[in-house]
Structure formats: structure tokens, C-alpha cells
């Protein structure tokens, strides 16, 4: 079987997607009944997860789900390693690849994990770039799916023509909103203040069509399935965290955008949040809102992630 990774969500099809999501239903559905489900106990299996900045969700995510699914781990950080003492990245890849089945990186440049990718022997995962956040981007979708299912039971049938709107930063998380929009056939409203806007190129989308730019975030939450934020300075860019505290002032989701959306609308964030920022605390903490479970669906989504790179489709 040749190598996939995961770097950006259009490196699984349509159909691919669909699939991971019924995988994931599966595996939570063994996780809330606490039944064993363990491919990867026996060859064991054994994950890198390499952090070149903080994390929570997606540290504790991978690592408790492979433990869950048979497997080990291996956690790296820039500080702790040879690669923040500038060993060059392609043979930082070549040695972990010849030890792991399996790579999970976050860190800063696309071009990076690329770069990681070409001479890695084993599967890489992107676990937040600059410019991507794809296992996110399917938590959020599959948190969509279990939320408001198709009457058909097919979870692309529950995204497909449904609208999510994106309020702030034109960041990773709103790039790989892009692409699942292109992929899977749904609209991105996209409400950012200017200097900060989305770009399709660097979304890496070919049809414009997927996403339609807002002036007012208000007005970009009218008609919504889905509102969704994110903090206004991402990591790597706490230089310019004053500027952008005065740039994004009005781009807060408050209640007032949540009851231009659909009634039935759901909330998402893919945290950490900062309430009165970017969210305030009766949105986040409020009836709409689903960060929970979309938290942990990191975790359900990446279990099917894993085993789709590692042992294919199975159904
Ligand atoms: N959402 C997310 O990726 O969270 P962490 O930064 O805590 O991993
Ligand atoms: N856009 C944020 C997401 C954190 C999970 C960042 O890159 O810091």
C-alpha cells in the first residue's frame, strides 16, 4: 500500500470523508460502552507526536486515543529535541519514520510538514500549521453530523448545502474551512476585518464559489446551520496581539448574531476560547453551543484517521 498523509483536508476524498465518518461513529459508539477496540495491539503500533507549539486537544486526543486503539506513543518538542537545535527537518524525518508507524506534527509553515512528509517512510499528520487545521475542520463536521443527521444516514448528505459562517481571523482554521466547503459541497460566509481576509490561493481552492465574503459579521450569521469563531491572534503571531485587539473589537459572536441564524443553529469554537473576545460567555456557554462534544470528537475522528492511513478502508 503506498503512503497517505493527512496535510490538508482535500487529502482525503468526498467519499473518503464520509467514510472516516462512519468509522468514527463507530469507534465512539465502543468508547461509550467501554468496549476494547484494539487494531493496533497486535503488531503494536506506535505514533510520534511532535509539538512545536502548545497544545491540549490535540496532544491529549492522539495520545489517549492510541493508547485506546492498542498502540504507543512518542511525544517530541522543540525544546526537548534536536529540533529546536536545527537538525535539518528532512533528517529529523528520515530517522523518526524508520522507528514509528505513524507521525503527528504541529508546527509553524505548510511547507514544513511538506517538507517532513517527502522523506518520511510512514504517514504524517497535519496537527495545526499556519495555514491548516484539517482534523479540526473534521471533528467540527462530524460534531455537525451527530448534531443534525441527513434523514438518509449518510453524513455527507448533513453538510451538503448547509451554511457555516466564519467570523475573525482569516486563519488556518478558516482556510480549512475553504476546503471542506470545496470538497464537500457547502457555503462559508466569511466575515473578517480587513487586513485579515481569506485567501483562496493560500486555501488552496480552486472554485470561489464555496465561500462569500461579509462586511459585517452580523450580517454573515443570517440564515446560518453553523456560526463558528476562533481567537483573534493564533499561535505565532503574539507580536501583533495589540493590533489585532483593536482590528477585531467587532467581531465578538454575542447573542445578537446567533438570532439572525437559524433557529436550530449550532455554535462551534475550536478552543482554547477567550470569553468577551472573539465569543462571549452566553454564546459559548449557552443552549447553542457544542465545543464539548466537538472537543472531544478530536478524538473519535482522529481513531478513524489513524486507522484509515494504517490499515485502510475496512468496510
Ligand atoms: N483545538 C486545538 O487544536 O486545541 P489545542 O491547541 O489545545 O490542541
Ligand atoms: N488558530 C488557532 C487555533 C488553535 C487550536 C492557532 O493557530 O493558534
Not at 154 to 180: E, S
Not at 199 to 222: N, Q, R, T
Not at 281 to 298: C, L, T
Request: charged letters at 25%; a negative charge; glycine letters at 6%.
Amino acid at each position: 500500500m503506498s503512503i497517505r498523509h493527512y496535510l490538508q483536508f482535500k487529502d482525503l476524498t468526498a467519499d473518503e470523508t464520509g467514510y472516516l465518518f462512519q468509522r468514527a461513529a463507530f469507534i465512539k459508539q465502543k468508547f461509550k460502552a467501554v468496549e476494547k477496540y484494539q487494531p493496533f495491539a497486535d503488531p503494536d503500533r506506535t505514533l510520534a507526536l511532535i509539538f512545536e507549539k502548545a497544545s491540549t486537544r490535540t496532544r491529549v486526543s492522539f495520545e489517549a486515543g492510541m493508547y485506546q486503539m492498542g498502540g504507543s506513543v512518542v511525544h517530541l518538542t522543540t525544546g526537548d529535541s534536536q529540533l529546536g537545535r536545527a537538525e535539518p527537518i528532512e533528517d529529523s524525518a528520515r530517522v523518526i519514520s524508520r522507528m514509528v508507524d505513524l507521525v503527528m506534527i504541529r508546527t509553524y509553515e505548510q511547507t514544513k510538514i511538506e517538507r517532513f512528509a517527502e522523506f518520511s517512510r510512514v504517514p504524517v499528520i497535519n496537527g495545526l500549521t499556519n495555514e491548516f487545521h484539517p482534523c479540526q475542520i473534521l471533528a467540527d463536521l462530524f460534531t455537525m453530523v451527530e448534531h443534525r443527521p441527513a434523514a438518509s444516514g449518510n453524513p455527507l448528505d448533513a453538510i451538503k448545502g448547509k451554511v457555516v459562517t466564519w467570523v475573525g481571523d482569516g486563519n488556518n482554521m478558516a482556510n480549512t474551512w475553504l476546503q471542506a466547503a470545496e470538497m464537500l459541497d457547502f457555503t462559508v460566509h466569511v466575515s473578517t476585518p480587513s487586513g485579515y481576509e481569506v485567501d483562496a490561493k493560500l486555501a488552496g481552492i480552486g472554485d470561489k464559489s464555496c465561500f462569500k465574503v461579509f462586511k459585517d459579521p452580523k450580517e454573515a450569521c443570517k440564515g446560518a446551520d453553523l456560526v463558528t469563531t476562533d481567537v483573534w491572534t493564533s499561535m505565532g503571531y503574539e507580536a501583533e496581539n495589540e493590533a489585532r485587539r483593536k482590528a477585531f473589537a467587532d467581531w465578538c459572536v454575542d447573542e445578537d448574531m446567533m438570532a439572525v441564524a437559524k433557529p436550530d443553529a449550532l455554535f462551534m469554537h475550536c478552543l482554547p476560547a477567550h470569553r468577551g473576545e472573539e465569543v462571549t460567555s452566553e454564546v459559548i456557554d449557552g443552549p447553542q453551543s457544542v465545543v464539548w462534544d466537538e472537543a472531544e470528537n478530536r478524538m473519535h475522528v482522529q481513531k478513524a484517521l489513524m486507522e484509515l492511513l494504517l490499515l485502510g478502508r475496512l468496510a
